[in-house]
């Protein structure tokens, strides 16, 4: 049997993107963080853009390939983000199971 048969698509929904983005602004309140300014102005956009879509799936599609293009970049961003953002949070680190 073909291991491409055996593989299931665990694609998000724009409803669960957007959602997400709703959680991330809400972190972002109750952190009392400034909403015209940084990642909340930032998260405010993309869903701005998401909702205004019009095709919302095909636009979370273009979204992430626009983010991460190839294998290579994704390996990129995450051996960054792995060095800085969580290097000094291992709570956090644990919980998102960075590997």
């Known amino acids: 049997m ?3 048969e055996n593989i299931v698509s665990s694609q998000p929904t724009w409803q669960e ?3 997400s983005i709703i959680n991330i602004l809400r972190a972002g309140v ?3 963080k400034d909403k015209n300014k940084g990642f909340m102005d930032s998260y405010k956009k993309q869903l ?3 909702r205004q879509s019009e095709d919302p799936d ?3 599609i273009d979204k992430a390939i626009d983010l991460l293009p ?3 970049t994704y390996n990129i961003k995450i051996n960054a983000y792995k060095t800085s953002y ?3 949070y291992p ?3 644990s919980a998102i199971k960075i590997n």
């Open 58 to 60: 095909q636009y979370i």
């Open 86 to 88: 969580y290097k000094d």
């Open 91 to 93: 709570r956090i680190n």
């Open 2 to 4: 073909n291991n491409q």
């Open 48 to 50: 701005d853009k998401l």
């Open 70 to 72: 190839n294998e290579e």
């Open 17 to 19: 993107i957007e959602k």
């Open 30 to 32: 109750f952190y009392k």
